[in-house]
């Protein structure tokens, strides 16, 4: 069956300190992967977003990046947080291009 | 641009009553709209896709409509009970091949005993 990981569930940052976020899926191959951050009271927003090794897209400007060292690990990070990088970030994969299937997120919380 | 907007942020109602939660869409049709429920602290999870040419679809208590001329997608939640309560996310998809959906920011359904 196929499962998505991420890690860790939470996370407490201090401002300008580095980030990296990990989400992992099984059960399926060349699954497209994305990022996603939901502020509170906000809906999701889509951040990155992979169809293969190595293929990174971006949605939005920002001070995070993206990474997909293997066909099922998708990685989120940062060089320097900033305050408005607080949120819940869930990491999704879609095997059919219409569904997505999310992880369980990670709170993070930058202080 | 594509939007979609779920105008109610909360909906309380009595357990036994039949929930009905908005979504409505601009621009072009999507070829499809999803609804998704999601728990606090919890990612989404899928619960029904309907189609463009499709107009309404059910899955047990659930019932998804696409109406086209309205532009908007209504879910139903028959015979509610207090463990239906949590927010309903409304999503089409946009432009390309990559499967990316844009999300509304969710309807929170309260449904007391």
């Known amino acids: 069956s196929q499962t998505i990981h991420q890690w860790p569930a939470t996370l407490v940052q201090p401002v300008g300190s580095p980030l990296s976020l990990e989400c992992t899926v099984e059960g399926t191959s060349n699954p497209n992967l994305y990022w996603y951050r939901q502020a509170a009271g906000r809906g999701l927003q889509l951040l990155f977003y992979s169809v293969g090794i190595g293929q990174i897209s971006s949605e939005v400007p920002q001070n995070l990046s993206a990474s997909r060292p293997q066909d099922r690990q998708f990685i989120l990070s940062s060089k320097k947080l900033l305050l408005s990088d607080s949120g819940f970030y869930l990491c999704?994969?879609?095997?059919?291009?219409?569904?997505?299937?999310f992880g369980p997120g990670t709170r993070l919380l930058v202080l | 641009s594509q939007k979609i907007e779920q105008n109610s942020e909360a909906l309380n109602i009595q357990e036994g009553k039949t929930a009905t939660l908005t979504c409505n869409y601009t621009?072009?049709?999507?070829?499809?709209l999803q609804w998704y429920r999601q728990d606090p602290g919890r990612g989404p999870v899928f619960l029904l896709l309907i189609r463009e040419n499709e107009k309404e679809k059910r899955k047990e208590r659930l019932k998804v409509t696409f109406d086209t001329t309205l532009k908007q997608s209504l879910f139903h939640i028959t015979a509610s009970q207090p463990a239906d309560s949590a927010t309903y996310l409304c999503a089409r998809n946009y432009g390309g091949s990559q499967g990316n959906l844009i999300f509304g920011k969710g309807t929170k359904l309260s449904v007391k005993p």
């Open positions: 999704a994969f879609t095997p059919s291009l219409e569904t997505q299937y």
């Open positions: 621009n072009y049709s999507p070829a499809y």
